[in-house]
């Protein structure tokens, strides 16, 4: 069965420290993002893909980074992480066009000390 | 502003009893709109959505939706609870003029409770 699966699904860390979480689906879909979910604030959209090499800045994109080298994979970098990173961080996955629903990894939840 | 509102934080319901998650918008156009569920500590999961057609939509685990153009609604419903239905749903709509850019526009959840 296809899927889409995040790595690590825990990590602690240190301000400062650069920090790589993984994302990867097997639905051949050609749409990935990634959401920070924190209380209060529901889910925040970071960065977008719409295709390999082509990515897009989400509402809350300071501090992240994204490339796509393959239709895949879409890592999410924190450049230098901040204790306001600390969040649980979703991956989804959906075809092209407005009206297909969203495939979800089952998060990673990072916490920067 | 385009805008989704899930009104209530919680709500709780007996188990067998019929249960109601509310969701409103403000969009220009017309919307797309989706309810996802959220089990504790997993990923969020698709339930429905409404594109065009019936008003009435239904989708997994037993779950509908009327979209309510005119009240701008888009209720989640359940004819009779399970405690299993207790989770975090989230209803999150796609509105502006067409096209594959629009932006999907959460709600920030309503937390569920069934008990037995």
């Known amino acids: 069965d296809a899927e889409i699966t995040q790595s690590p699904r825990h990590k602690i860390t240190e301000t400062g420290r650069q920090v790589t979480l993984a994302c990867h689906q097997t639905?051949?879909?050609?749409?990935m993002f990634w959401y920070r979910q924190d209380l209060g604030h529901g889910l925040r959209l970071i960065h977008y893909?719409?295709?390999?090499?082509?990515?897009n800045k989400g509402e809350v994109s300071d501090g992240y980074s994204v490339s796509r080298s393959n239709t895949e994979d879409l890592p999410l970098t924190l450049e230098s992480a901040a204790s306001s990173q600390t969040s649980v961080y979703f991956c989804a996955s959906r075809t092209s066009g407005e009206t297909g629903e969203l495939f979800f990894g089952e998060g990673s939840r990072l916490t920067v000390l | 502003a385009q805008s989704v509102a899930q009104p209530e934080d919680q709500v709780n319901v007996a188990e067998g009893n019929p249960l109601t998650v509310k969701c409103t918008y403000s969009?220009?156009?017309?919307?797309?709109l989706f309810w996802y569920v959220q089990y504790p500590n997993r990923g969020l999961q698709f339930l429905l959505k409404y594109i065009t057609g019936d008003n009435l939509v239904k989708g997994s685990y037993g779950f509908e939706a009327e979209f309510n153009k005119s009240q701008t609604s888009f209720h989640l419903k359940k004819p009779s609870a399970l405690v299993s239905d207790s989770a975090l749903y989230f209803c999150a709509v796609r509105g502006g003029n067409a096209g594959n850019n629009r932006k999907l526009i959460w709600g920030l959840g309503t937390s569920l409770g069934v008990n037995p």
């Open positions: 893909s719409y295709g390999v090499h082509d990515t």
């Open positions: 969009v220009s156009g017309n919307p797309y």
């Open positions: 639905w051949n879909h050609n749409n």
